[in-house]
C-alpha cells in the first residue's frame, strides 16, 4: 500500500506552487504530481535535479522527501510475474521492473532463483561463478551502480576486479574495469536487435550508474576515460528510449552523452548525437529540425569518420526532402551519401564504431525513407523490400521496415498488401515491444482510412489497437 510523501506535497507550497502550477513548471501532467504526493509513483530519474530546484532544495533533501514513503504496491493477482532489479542512476538507486520473459533472457533466473533482489544470501551454489557472487556482498555492487544482470557475462576474475573497483575506485576502477564496461556496452547492442530495449536497458542503467556515480572518484586521467564509455552508453540509451517512444528520457540522454563528450574531448561523438536527435526529429516529423541538426553535426569542428559522414548526408536529403526542396536536389545529396559509404576509413580507430553498421543495406533503406518524403512510395516500397528479401535485417529492424514498407505500399493506393505486411510488422512488436514500431503502424492506419472497411485494413487496426 502506497503512504502519502506529505513533507513533498508540504515542500510544493512552501515554494509557492499549486498542483497544476507544479506540474506546469515540471511539464508533467497535474495527475502525475498527485500521484508522486500520494506514493503511487516516483519521479524518473533525469527530472529530479530540476524538482529540486523548482522547490528550492538540494538533492538529499529531495530524496529524503521522496523515500520517507517510497513504498513499493504489491503486484496486482493474475500480472505477470518477474522481478524489480535495483540499479543507481543519477546517484539514486531505482527500481527497474523486468518480466519473466526478460529475465529467462538474461540468465537472471538462474542467478536469482529463490531470491529478492535484495537479499545478501546465497544465490545458486551450484556453480563457481555463483560462489564468488555469494562471497561479494552483491548490495554492495548494486549500490555501487552495478546492474545484476550483468553478472552472468562476468569470469571470476572480472567480478572480482570489479568488485573491488566499486568498492575504492580511486585505487582499482583502471582501464581492463573500463574495458569491461566497453565490452558490456557493445554486448548489449547486439542483443538489443534481436531482444528488445526492455532486455538490455537494466544493463545499459546499470553501467551508466556506474560510472556517473564513481566518475567522480577517480583520477582525471580515468575520468576521462570513464566518460568516453559513458557518452557511447548514454547515446545507446537514448537509442533505447527512443525506440520505446520515450522522447523526453530518450532527449536527457542525448543531452548527457553531449555533456561528457565534450568533458571527455571526444569531438566525433558529439557530431555523431546531434545526428541521432536528427533522426528522432524525423519521428515527430520535424523538417525544420531534421534538416538543421543534421548540418550542425555535418559542419560542426570535428572529423566525422566517413560512414557517419555518409548517414548524415543522406539525413541532410531526407531534411530537404521534407521541406519541400527539388527532387533533384535530394537526389545529388543521397548520390554524394553512396559515395562516401565505400570510403575507407582511415582517422581514429576509436570512432570506427560510430558508423559501422552502416552498409549498403543501411543506404538503400535511407534512401527509400527520403523517396517517402519526396512524394515516391512505389520506388520506396521497392527499395524496402529489395533490403527485407535480404533477411539480413535484425528482428527489431525487419519489424520497423517493415511498418516503413507498408506506409509506401498505402501511400500508393496498395491498401491489402499495406495490411499485410503491417501485421507482420505488428507481429514483431508483440514480440519485442519496440513502441517505435507501433507508432509507425498508427500512421499507417491513418493513411488506410480511405479503405478501412476492407478486410486487411480492418484486421490491422485491430492488431494495433488491441
Known sequence: MAVRRTGLAKARKAAGYTQESFAEAAHVDRATIARWEAGERSPRPYKRS?????LKID????????????????????KTSGVLLPVVVGGRRVLIPL??????????????????????????????LSEVVSTVNRRSLLARGIAIAALPRLGLDELQRVA?????????????????????????KTDDGSLGPAAVLPVVLGILGAIETHAREVTPDVRRSLLLVGADAAEFAGWLYRDSHDAATAGFWHDRAIEWAQEA?????QGYVLLKKSQMAYEERDGLRVLTLAQAAQYGPWQLPPKVRAEVTQQEARGMAMLGEPFSAVQQKLDDARRLVDVADTGDERHAHLGMY?????????????????????????????????????R???????????????????????????????????????????????????TLTPWANRSGPRALREAVRS
Open 50 to 54: 530540476m524538482l529540486a530546484r523548482l
Open 396 to 446: 527489431r529492424d525487419e519489424g520497423y521496415f517493415r511498418a516503413r514498407r507498408a506506409s509506401a505500399l498505402a501511400l500508393s493506393g496498395e491498401p491489402d498488401d499495406a495490411a499485410q505486411e503491417g501485421l507482420t510488422a505488428m507481429g514483431l512488436v508483440a514480440e519485442l515491444g519496440s513502441s517505435r514500431t507501433k507508432r509507425e503502424l498508427t500512421r499507417v492506419l491513418e
Open 358 to 394: 552502416y552498409d549498403e543495406g543501411a543506404h538503400t533503406l535511407r534512401v527509400a525513407s527520403c523517396y517517402v518524403e519526396a512524394g515516391k512510395p512505389a520506388q520506396a516500397a521497392a527499395l524496402f523490400a529489395d533490403v527485407l528479401n535480404t533477411q539480413a535485417l535484425s
Open 59 to 78: 538533492m538529499a533533501k529531495l530524496d529524503e522527501l521522496l523515500t520517507v514513503a517510497d513504498v513499493e504496491p504489491a503486484p496486482s493477482p493474475g
Open 164 to 188: 573491488s573497483a566499486m568498492e575504492d575506485p580511486r585505487r582499482y576502477l583502471d582501464g581492463p574495469v573500463i574495458d569491461y564496461f566497453r565490452r558490456q556496452l557493445v554486448l548489449c
Open 265 to 269: 574531448g571526444d569531438m566525433p561523438m
Open 99 to 128: 518480466a519473466a520473459k526478460t529475465v529467462a533472457n538474461s540468465e537472471l533466473g538462474t542467478l536469482l532463483e529463490g531470491q529478492h533482489p535484495e537479499d545478501d544470501g546465497p544465490v545458486n551454489q551450484t556453480g563457481s
